[in-house]
Structure formats: structure tokens, C-alpha cells
């Protein structure tokens, strides 16, 4: 059964009568107004269907499971990758449940095995069913198929930083499972998690690892290479997405999926956005009619910054969303050029938060004091401390002096003209 969302891949199909009614009770909930038809309704501008029956795919094994609370603790279970990586490497990527949220989510692999996308890899998401998850679990699943629907009708092209939904289906037992383009395994979480150990694994080995100072120097140009790249790629997806009036909401170093962690094929790396399940409509009409279960926390924040009118709270959300990139960037200026257990991702927003009050050149001075930390600051001191410079920007505490994601974009550091 094929399900038209507005403006996505068009594809035609029959739906299959067998699987309608659980189909479209899955997919009444999220407002796309689906009928029951024998054939697949069209929309003007329609570049993609979403696939609805749960025969035309098939799930493979289980990949992990993690919450949205706590998104950048996010350490997923990443296996099955041909990188560069050791077998010791491999084996500290465990399946973990991570997150403090009450919602988990589990991930699947799978494929679709009919019509027009037949053989498509996919990643399966699913949503546990009221019973376990509650009404929060409905809201999330519902709020992630909007946000990804509208994201995918909104324009002729689709951002290739932002994850592409391919349809989804509900069980039974009430299970909501959403089925993405396999855009790849891990996140950037992963890879700094990798990063960090690999620091301390050389660490240890210190003279028996046998480099020379030219092979180490060209080692940490690819690492910052592939680092900004993979910044560029998040903020380019998130600069889609503020264009098109949604925040995301639930930005962090696990809600990036990267198609190789191997930092020799940065040329190719492609980041992507996923986990929208907190996203947020701006539309000024949205802004009007007053907030949902699931924006009250942003509009709580807004309100204790000063933002009450629609303007100052469209200004204040999209801020909000550059701040938690700006802890992106941290964290991976940071995690990946440090040893493993040196710096975590609470450890750090406390030292930036809580310590230093957003300060970032009493940071600098700080990290300058501990060998450690000495890999990060040299990263963040290229251009003449460009990386200070943009990241002072990004957490800027009045919402009101923080860039937009195309200014981010355009910054000297992220372009990297006078970084290599």
C-alpha cells in the first residue's frame, strides 16, 4: 500500500485492502488525511509516496535503542561497518539503551521488498505502543512523521543532510514504526567516542607506536578536516529546516548519522539529521494558536528570556536550536581530540555552563593549563582562534546576539579558507 504525502518521490501503487485499516489508523493519527481508496490519493507538487503496508518491507536484526532526554550521552551500537577500525575498536561499540526519557526507542534494519524502491536498505524506528510508551510515544512518533512530511513537500529538493522518511506502519500492539533510507549506522557520537579511545590507545603505546612527526601531524589535519565537515553538514540541514519554519529541538551528537566514520573518506562523508520527534512549526500562524505538549518547555524558556510575541518567540526558538549546535561544537572540538575519560559531554556543557558562565576565553585559559586539552585548543585556535571566535557566537547567552545557521555557515571557520 502506497501512502502520498505531500511532495515527496512520486511512486504509484495499490492499497492493498488486507492492511488498510491498521495502516491508515496508524497514519490518522498524524494528519495527513489519508482515504480509503483503492488507489493512491496524488498532491500537487508530489514527488515521493510514502510506503504504508507492512508486507513491502522486511526487518532485519536489531541495532539498539536509545532516549531523546538525554541525546548526548547517545553511544549506539554500530556493527557491521568495513572502516578502518581494529576489532578492538569495533568491540567498544556496544548496544546500549541510552537516555533518562520515558520514551525508548528501538532501531531495526531492514529493506523494502516491493515496487519502485524494492531492495532499499532502511532503518526501522520504532515507537513503543501507548501501553508502554504512553500518550508521550504517540505524540513524538506523530510530531516526527509531520515534521518529516512537511520537510519533504516544502521544496522541489530535499536536503541530503537532513534523513529521508520512506513510509511506516503500526502493529497490532500498537507499536508506530517509521521506516528511513538507511543514510548510515553511525552517529557522531560514535565517532568521537571512537576518536577519543584511539587517542588513548596511541597514548599508551607512546614510542612503540612508531610515528613520525609528519604521519601525526597529518592524522590530526584529517581529524580537524573531517570534523568541520561534519559540523557544516549538521548546520547545513538545520539551516534547511529554520528556512522552512521547523526547529529541531533534540540536537545533539547522537541525532547525526554519518555515512562513514573513516576520516581518510572525509571527501565523501555525508551528515544527516535525524530524531525529529521534538521538532517545532514556527509559522507564524502556529505561533498564534498557541504551543503543543510537546513545545511547552521552549515556550516556558522564551517566556523567562523575554520572547512573548510570535516574532520574539520564532526568534527565540530558532536561537535556541543554534545554542544546542553550539554544544555540537563543543563536543566535537573536544571529544574527538582528547583521551577517553579526559572530557564527557555533561562534563563539558558543566564547564562551559555551570563554571565558566559561557566564557569561552576564560575556557581557552583554563584548557590551556591542562596538557590534556592540548589537541582541542590548538583545533579551536586555527584561523587566529576562529574557533573560539564562532563558538563565543553560538553560546552567546542573550539569544538576541546569536548567529543565524547561515551566518554560522559562512563563518571563516566553517569555510575553512585560512584554516588548511
Not at 490518522?28 to 510506503?51: D, Q
Not at 536536503?159 to 506502519?169: A, D, M, R, T, W
Not at 599508551?204 to 568541520?228: D, H
Request: glycine share 8%; net charge neutral; aromatic share 10%.
Amino acid at each position: 500500500m502506497m501512502l502520498t504525502a505531500p511532495g515527496c518521490f512520486s511512486a504509484s501503487g495499490a492499497l492493498s485492502l488486507s492492511s488498510c485499516d491498521k495502516s491508515t489508523r496508524f497514519f490518522g493519527r498524524f494528519n495527513l488525511n489519508i482515504e480509503k481508496t483503492t488507489r493512491t490519493r496524488t498532491f500537487r507538487c508530489c514527488k515521493a509516496s510514502l510506503i504504508t503496508n507492512p508486507e513491502s518491507f522486511e526487518v532485519g536484526r536489531l541495532v539498539g535503542s536509545y532516549g531523546f532526554m538525554n541525546v548526548t550521552s547517545y553511544s549506539g551500537p554500530q556493527f557491521g561497518l568495513d572502516v578502518e577500525y581494529s576489532s578492538e575498536d569495533i568491540g567498544r561499540l556496544r548496544v546500549q539503551d541510552v537516555g533518562e526519557g520515558s520514551v525508548k526507542i528501538r532501531l531495526y534494519e531492514g529493506r523494502i521488498t516491493q515496487g519502485p524502491l524494492r531492495g532499499t536498505p532502511v532503518i526501522f524506528k520504532v515507537y513503543p505502543g501507548q501501553q508502554v510508551g504512553g500518550v508521550e510515544a504517540d505524540m513524538m512518533a506523530a510530531n516526527e512523521l509531520n515534521a518529516h512530511a512537511f520537510l519533504q513537500s516544502s521544496s522541489k529538493t530535499v536536503s541530503q543532510n537532513l534523513q529521508i522518511l520512506l513510509g511506516g506502519f503500526e502493529t497490532k500492539t500498537g507499536e508506530q514504526w517509521l521506516a528511513f533510507r538507511n543514510g548510515g549506522k553511525y552517529s557522531a557520537a560514535d565517532y568521537a567516542k571512537v576518536m577519543s579511545e584511539r587517542m588513548s590507545k596511541d597514548s599508551a603505546l607512546g614510542e612503540k607506536k612508531l610515528w613520525n612527526p609528519f604521519e601525526q601531524e597529518e592524522t590530526i589535519k584529517r581529524r580537524r578536516y573531517f570534523v568541520i565537515k561534519l559540523l557544516h553538514g549538521a548546520l547545513c540541514g538545520l539551516a534547511y529546516m529554520h528556512d522552512r519554519e521547523r526547529l529541531h529541538q533534540s540536537l545533539g551528537p547522537s541525532s547525526v548519522v554519518l555515512n562513514t566514520v573513516v576520516e581518510k573518506d572525509a571527501a565523501y562523508l555525508v551528515p544527516r539529521l535525524r530524531d525529529l520527534a521534538f521538532s517545532v512549526d514556527i509559522r507564524y500562524p502556529k505561533l498564534e494558536e498557541g504551543s503543543g505538549t510537546l513545545s511547552e518547555g521552549l515556550w516556558r524558556r522564551a517566556s523567562a528570556a523575554g520572547a512573548f510575541t510570535p516574532m520574539e518567540k520564532r526568534a527565540f526558538g530558532i536561537a535556541d536550536d543554534i545554542y544546542e549546535a553550539g554544544l555540537l561544537f563543543a563536543y566535537l572540538a573536544f571529544i574527538p581530540f582528547c583521551e577517553a575519560g579526559i572530557m564527557d559531554s555533561f562534563s563539558l556543557q558543566r564547564l562551559l555552563e555551570s563554571t565558566f558562565k559561557l566564557d569561552l576565553e576564560a575556557i581557552r585559559e583554563y584548557c590551556l593549563a591542562d596538557d590534556r586539552l592540548l589537541e582541542a585548543v590548538n583545533f579551536l585556535d586555527l584561523g587566529n582562534g576562529a574557533g573560539w571566535e564562532l563558538l563565543q557566537a553560538m553560546l552567546n547567552p542573550d539569544f538576541r546576539n546569536r548567529p543565524i545557521a547561515e551566518a554560522v555557515l559562512n563563518h571563516r571557520f566553517m569555510t575553512g579558507s585560512d584554516l588548511f
